[in-house]
């Protein structure tokens, strides 16, 4: 089950995300890449089509969704990237009233 956190967390992406790509972490996964929020897809089971969002990777494994039905969602689901849009499993680790944060597994 997801972990709640307090009520002051923000539930939305930041305006003023960097608009700079650094390249990716070579050593770790738990240093932080700074991306720009990307479009995003999230495909669920039994959907007819996927639900847009915007997501913002925070690491290699992980992503922060913004997403008006963020409470509704499954605690699973895949989650397609811009530009191609391949899903990936994913697992939520947080959820807020319109943003989740999950951890995106390899198939």
Known sequence: MPTELPSDMPTELPTN???ELPSAPTSSTDE???MPPIEARINLKFWPRPLGCKAV???RDRAFISIALA???PDRFSLGLGPEFTPRPCTVVW???RALEVVLTER
């Open 17 to 19: 995300w960097p608009t």
């Open 32 to 34: 932080i890449v700074r």
């Open 57 to 59: 990777l925070t690491n």
């Open 71 to 73: 409470r509704s969602l």
């Open 95 to 97: 959820r807020g009233e």
